[in-house]
Each structure stands twice: as structure tokens, then as C-alpha cells.
């Protein structure tokens, strides 16, 4: 018995072929109508300071109104992240949608695309600089009340995209079940064999980039070449130190990775959340400082653009500040704070002290460090 | 995705783009990718082969052929983060089936993490490899009719001049055809590979992944299609040559 009779081949073999075509040509999904804004929506969306509202009482009134606010890949234990949101639902009559906290700033931006049009686009971004510089025209420019608290280097003279909190790349470890380590190198020793595992892969996330800076520092490289970094980790690779599993809260509760090359933030909140469970330490190794910043900005065809430019304000206000202190986060209006006396003292004494100066990378000198990653980094630990 | 693998960021036309798909990092992916499909492909066709003949040996209706082909149908799309978290739970660093062994003194990762490599992604695809190759082999299998056993038989010949002159041959389209599919499956299997893999991409799916959502290599979506079409072209042959094996093989079935 035959399946397809002689007659209906050439169709059905053209019907496939159409599939095949459509299926590789296609790969933009359906946009949904916007709802149609009123007057107020428009001048909203406008807005570049609390003044365009008529004083901050006028942006709250604005934001009440639209009641809702989108925010993405804001992990609940990311410099306390949980606590923004939940204060900020309190303070203000505005519920917050959290979608996707474990995305990248790019799936941020892709978020954005992809959902433009829609109620359900994401308000307001938290990314890294290079992907924030890169895409800052779809930002859209808004100045809070306490811009000027803020360096010139931390924000974008426009107003398109400004620092939120920043912290030094750091090694956490379980001081259990490893010795502690004083510097990068001390990572080669035996002790380690099998326990240290960095968050992320350095191609795709802006913390492992930075672990690989630290590494590259810490080896004798610079901000310009990172190439000793790269050269550690393939022999943290041959040592049989590196471990290539992604950590989670999950796998240093469970002790599958011993030592972590994380953002120090990152690593101070597993610290307090496993007091008593694990000994978390957290160790920033002063010949290799890396700082980097994050970077909060506001999309231009944010569906509720007022509620968005009140979440400005909010996480520029001292509470929104010191919120993310407490998430072990150095917020970037620190110097303003502490001359007025408005930081909490006892979240800023838990800082990692620092006794030099952190190396930032700048624009040229990050995509010159990628362009050496993507080169060399899947050879380098495989 | 073929129209954005042949213009730059933008937008003019250019094959920049499938040039570096093919060199470099990216072809290493490429022989990585090729030689994961090929393992597995071979691996599955010759378990699942010897499963499928196992079933068809028995009874017809017996509950050992409804059960493995209920079984195979289920497994065979049994992949994702379900799946690798099943061989973490198993096999992984703190498995069922690890702490048995090292309770016992034998530490499978002693040489390394290899779970989380390319050898972890072997393992973890001859999982839903043999189902497939049962599910597609098993008509093959029942078309040998019995009758050309017995003729083989009557005439003189021993078992392995029925296997290798009226078994192997019809059934050889089937088996090398099944084996080109198993291979097709594993080269565009992208979730399980994402779920057990973090570091280093070694596959093309994951490099892919890797330039549509990194943070740190910026603007390469279009080399990231530019992959895409390589692999559609890989699978379009691959798949080419299983249809015209497939032809010769129904020759027999009707």
C-alpha cells in the first residue's frame, strides 16, 4: 500500500516546501494594538523632569492613575530588589509586574521589541552600560529631582540612562569547606580542585565579563589587554579547578560550588540568607579591583510612562538608595548621602573596604575585551 | 532569519556574515555540533535497532511490544530542562546514582565535570535517541516477512546468509535512514543542551543563543541568523538523503 497516491505528491511536496520557507523567513511575532493613550499619556510619555507634571504631588497623581508598572529581570535577591519593589507598592497605590527576573539585559531590550505596542512592554530597564550605551536611543530622557547628586561620568548628559547601584567583583567561598583565598592566583592551588565556578559564561553576562577582568588583573593583565584573564582560566581549566556549572543560590546552599567569582552584592546577600546554614564569606582581592555600575533607564514607548518616571524617582530617593544599600549594592549616590548625612550608616559600614583605585573599562576598552572573548574564551576552557 | 543572515547591521547586503559563521569559534562549534549528532546517531541506531528487533521477535499483541513502543513515543520527546534535570538528579554531582558509587569508592568525576561538556551532552541525547530509532525502525522490522526466512531456509542458507543477503539489504535503507534522522535530532536540539550547559557554548545552538541575548557581545544577531542558516542547510541535506533512502525502503513495506 502506498501513503501518498502519485497524483498528490507534487502538491504536497510544494506545500512543504512553502512551510519550510515561511518557517526560516519567519521569525517577528504578531503585534498586538496599543490601547489608545489619553491626552495625559501623551505628556507623559513626554516628560523629562517632575516638572513637565506640575511638581512631584502631579507625578505621583499621574502614576496612581495608571496603576500599573512592567519591570523585568529584577532577580528578588539582586541588591535587595524584593524590598524596592515591595516598598514601592506600598508607598505608592501602583502594582508592579516582575517578568522574567533571571534575563539579560540584551533579553531586556529584545523584551521591548518584540512586546512594543503592547500593555505588557517593559517600563523601565536595569542593564549593563554597554548594552544601555548601545541601545540609548530607545531610551527616553528624564532627569529626577536629585540628578545632580550624581557624577558626570555615571549618567548620560541627556538624561537618557543614568548609574543605579555598582559593586566590586568578588570570590565568595564557604569558608568550610575551602581556605581562604588572599588573592586571584591562590585560586590555582589544589585546595580548589573541582570548586570554582563563575556566574555566568563571560560571552553572554556582564558579571562573568567582569570575573574575567578581575582574573586579567590579578594576573598581571590591565583593563587593555585581558588576555592573562582568559590565560587563568584555562589553567584553573587544566588544574582541574574550574567547574562549569552556573551558580545559583540553590547549588551554594547544597555546596556543589564551594567558590563563586560573583559580583560582591551578589555574594554578601547569599551570605546573610545562609547564615547558619553555610559559612559564605566574601573576599574582594585588592591587586585586582573591577567596578561596574548598572544602569537604569526608562523606555520610550513605555506603556505606563508615568508610573515609570515615579520609579525614577523613587530608586533616586533616599529610601530607594539606601534600599539597595542594604542589598549590599554601592549606590551611586553615596558621596551626596554621606555628606548629608542621609545613608544609613550601618548598611554602608558592611561595604567591602577598598584600599586602591577600582579599574572601570570603558566603552573602547570593553568591546576590545569582548572581541578577545569571543575569540578565545570557548577554546580556552573546553 | 534568511533574510537577516545575508545584510549587516545596516542593512546592506553582504556575505560577511556567512563567512564568519564558518570560521573560527563558530566552526569549531560546527565540528563539535556535527560530531555530537554523529555519536548519538550512531549509538541510538544501533541500541535502538537491537531494542526494536528484541520487540518484534516477540508476540505481535504482547504486552512487551506495547509497552516498549508506548514507552519509546513518550521518551523520544522526553528532553529540555525535564530531562536534565533527571540526569542531574541522577548522575550529577550530588546523583543518586554518584553518591551510590562514591559510597563504594569509585568517583566518576574524577576527571572532571564531564556532565556539563560535550561527553554529559552524549550521554544525555542517546537518552531520547533510542526511543526515536525504535519508533522509526520498528515498520521496517515487521516489514521482513517471515515467508522470506523460511524460503532462505528451504534453499539451503544459514542465518547469516539470510542476514546478509535478504535481511541486510532491505533493511539497510531503513536503518541508514533512521540514523540520518536520529542525526537531524540531534543537531537542532537546542533545550537540553541550554538546561546542562553553562559554560562555552559548545554546540551551534548554544552559540547562537549565546549572540542573541549576550550582554557583552553586542549587535551580532545577524551572524547569530547567518548560524541558523548553516544549520538549516546541514538538516535540508541530511534531510534530502533520508528521503530518498525512505523511498527505497517503502519498496518492501507495501
Request: net charge negative; glycine share 10%; charged share 15%.
Amino acid at each position: 500500500m502506498r501513503l501518498l497516491p502519485d497524483r498528490s505528491r507534487p502538491t504536497i511536496a510544494l506545500l512543504g516546501a512553502a512551510l519550510l520557507l515561511t518557517a526560516a523567513c519567519g521569525d517577528a511575532p504578531e503585534r498586538e494594538t496599543a490601547s489608545t493613550g489619553s491626552d495625559g499619556a501623551v505628556a507623559a510619555a513626554t516628560a523629562t523632569s517632575a516638572e513637565d507634571f506640575g511638581g512631584f504631588d502631579g507625578l505621583v497623581e499621574a502614576a496612581e492613575a495608571e496603576g500599573t508598572l512592567n519591570v523585568i529581570a529584577l532577580p528578588p535577591d539582586w541588591t535587595n530588589y524584593a524590598e524596592v519593589i515591595s516598598t514601592f507598592e506600598q508607598t505608592y497605590d501602583i502594582e508592579v509586574n516582575s517578568a522574567q527576573p533571571d534575563a539579560s539585559s540584551q533579553e531586556e531590550i529584545n523584551a521591548a521589541e518584540q512586546l512594543a505596542g503592547t500593555d505588557r512592554a517593559p517600563d523601565v530597564f536595569d542593564l549593563g552600560p554597554a548594552v544601555a550605551t548601545a541601545n540609548a536611543d530607545t531610551f527616553a530622557p528624564y532627569k529626577v529631582q536629585t540628578w545632580d547628586d550624581v557624577a558626570e561620568e555615571l549618567k548620560d548628559s541627556d538624561g537618557r540612562y543614568i548609574s543605579d547601584y555598582g559593586g566590586l567583583m568578588s570570590i565568595g567561598y564557604d569558608a568550610d569547606s575551602v581556605p581562604a583565598p588572599t588573592s586571584v592566583m591562590d585560586l590555582l592551588k589544589p585546595e580548589y580542585r573541582g570548586k570554582v565556578a563563575l556566574n555566568g559564561d563571560p560571552t553572554q553576562a556582564g558579571a562573568a565579563f567582569a570575573g574575567v577582568v578581575m582574573a586579567a588583573l590579578g594576573n598581571g593583565g590591565s583593563a587593555d589587554d585581558i588576555a592573562p584573564g582568559i590565560e587563568f582560566f584555562r589553567q584553573l581549566k587544566a588544574a582541574g579547578n574550574f567547574l562549569p556549572v552556573d551558580p545559583t543560590p540553590a547549588t551554594i546552599a547544597s555546596g556543589q560550588t564551594p567558590v563563586v567569582i560573583d559580583w560582591d552584592y551578589t555574594n554578601a546577600a547569599q551570605s546573610e540568607a545562609l547564615e547558619g546554614q553555610r559559612n559564605w564569606e566574601v573576599v574582594v582581592p585588592q591587586e585586582a579591583l573591577v567596578s561596574s555600575y548598572y544602569v537604569q533607564a526608562i523606555n520610550a514607548d513605555a506603556p505606563h510612562p508615568a508610573a515609570a518616571r515615579l520609579w525614577q524617582e523613587f530608586l533616586y530617593s533616599d529610601v530607594g538608595q539606601n534600599l539597595w544599600l542594604k542589598g549590599y549594592g554601592r549606590p551611586v549616590r553615596e558621596v551626596a548621602m554621606v555628606e548629608a548625612g542621609t545613608i544609613d550608616e550601618a548598611a554602608y559600614a558592611k561595604l567591602p573596604q577598598v584600599s586602591g583605585e577600582a579599574v572601570t573599562l570603558t566603552e573602547e576598552q570593553t568591546a576590545a575585551a569582548a572581541a578577545l572573548l569571543s575569540g578565545g574564551w570557548a577554546e580556552a576552557i573546553s | 532569519m534568511v533574510a537577516g543572515a545575508f545584510v549587516d547591521d545596516s542593512g546592506t547586503l553582504t556575505t560577511a556574515n556567512l563567512r564568519a559563521a564558518v570560521s573560527g569559534p563558530y566552526l569549531s562549534a560546527f565540528a563539535r555540533s556535527l560530531q555530537l549528532s554523529a555519536i548519538t546517531a550512531v549509538v541510538g541506531a544501533v541500541l535502538g535497532a537491537l531494542l526494536a528487533w528484541a520487540v518484534v521477535s516477540g508476540e505481535p499483541d504482547g504486552n512487551l511490544r506495547r509497552v516498549v513502543t508506548s514507552a519509546s513515543g513518550v521518551l523520544a520527546q522526553f528532553g529540555g530542562v525535564t530531562l536534565a534535570f533527571a540526569f542531574l538528579a541522577t548522575v550529577g554531582f550530588e546523583g543518586l546514582v554518584t553518591i551510590f558509587l562514591r559510597e563504594r569508592g569509585i568517583d566518576i568525576f574524577a576527571s572532571g565535570a564531564w556532565i556539563f561538556e560535550l561527553p554529559g551532552l552524549v550521554l544525555v541525547y542517546t537518552y531520547f535517541q533510542i526511543p526515536l530509532m525504535v519508533i522509526v525502525f520498528l515498520p521496517a522490522l515487521d516489514g521482513l516477512k517471515p515467508q522470506w526466512r523460511e524460503a532462505a531456509r528451504n534453499l539451503g542458507g544459514s542465518a547469516w546468509t539470510y542476514w546478509r543477503r535478504v535481511a541486510g539489504p532491505v533493511l539497510a535503507p531503513a536503518f541508514f535512514g533512521s540514523m540520518l534522522l536520529l542525526f537531524a535530532n540531534a543537531f537542532s536540539a537546542y533545550a537540553t543542551a541550554a538546561a546542562l550547559v553553562s559554560q562555552g557554548a559548545p554546540i551551534v545552538p548554544l552559540q547562537i543563543r549565546n549572540l542573541q541575548t549576550s550582554e557583552v557581545l553586542l549587535g551580532q544577531q545577524n551572524l547569530g541568523r547567518a548560524l541558523g542558516f548553516g544549520m538549516v542547510v546541514v538538516v535540508a541535506i541530511v534531510m534530502g538523503v533520508y528521503a530518498l533512502l525512505q523511498r527505497r525502503t517503502t519498496r518492501w513495506l507495501r
